[in-house]
């Protein structure tokens, strides 16, 4: 069974950078593809990035292309979000989602519990 355990979040003044980590874990499957969502207050959850494992394709929604990045740490089994120039209507709870492949087959996706990232002054 996959566990996803995000950390990282918290008070940031705008303009500032905070990285956001996911830890995976659980046996016997490979992840296709691993993602980053935020939700903020009174909205609907919203993709931030998504990176495809086999082909290192990458997808950024437009409001954070050029200040986030997505990448991954295979030996530690971590997903990371860099969050750079951050601004107040980044403020928002984000999630770390992974789409599982076991025995080959697609699973169910998998989220974590959410970090809060608070942008404010």
């Known amino acids: 069974q996959v566990r996803l355990v995000e950390s990282g979040g918290g008070l940031v003044q705008p303009g500032g950078s905070l990285t956001l980590s996911c830890a995976i874990s659980g046996s016997g499957f490979t992840v296709f593809a691993f993602s980053w969502y935020r939700q903020a207050p009174g909205k609907q959850r919203e993709l931030v990035a998504m990176r495809i494992t086999n082909t290192g394709s990458t997808n950024y929604a437009d409001f954070v292309k050029g200040r986030f990045t997505i990448s991954r740490d295979n030996a530690k089994n971590t997903v990371y979000l860099q969050m750079n120039n951050l601004k107040p209507e980044d403020t928002a709870v984000y999630y770390c989602?992974?789409?599982?492949?076991?025995?080959?087959?697609?699973?169910?996706?998998?989220w974590g519990q959410g970090t809060l990232v608070t942008v404010s002054s």
């Open positions: 989602n992974v789409d599982p492949y076991y025995g080959g087959e697609p699973y169910p996706e998998v």
